[in-house]
């Protein structure tokens, strides 16, 4: 029973960090996806400036890309954090299952009371 247990302990704290991290992946796709829309709000303001005004305007959007970079590679990280987490669930649930077989075998091979 112990190794069950411990199993299904594995199993919660797997399953915890997986919510984790998509929930952070989510949050991460907004910030992108209002980064890219910054973006393009500034280029399209760039595009109607005169030419006095463009130096502000072009650092900001090269902080409004760089932004977006970083949070295309932390999307990246993140995709792949979560990929693995759910690769490491589905494995600690299967052997959650063959611990529980197991348990099941030897409950069937005892004699009956």
Do not use: C, F, H
């Not at 919510?19 to 910030?31: F, H, I, K, S, W």
Request: glycine share 8%; aromatic share 2%.
């Amino acid at each position: 029973m112990g190794r069950l247990q411990l199993q299904e302990q594995r199993i919660a704290s797997v399953g915890r960090q997986l919510a984790d991290a998509q929930g952070e992946l989510q949050a991460t796709e907004r910030t992108k996806a209002e980064s890219a829309n910054r973006l393009r709000v500034l280029q399209d303001r760039l595009d109607r400036m005169g030419e006095e005004r463009r130096d502000g305007a072009e650092r900001e959007i090269e902080a409004a890309t760089l932004a977006l970079e970083g949070a295309g590679q932390r999307e990246q990280t993140l995709r792949a954090l979560t990929q693995s987490l759910s690769s490491l669930l589905d494995e600690e649930q299967g052997r959650w299952n063959e611990y529980n077989a197991r348990l099941d075998d030897l409950e069937q091979a005892l004699p009956a009371r």
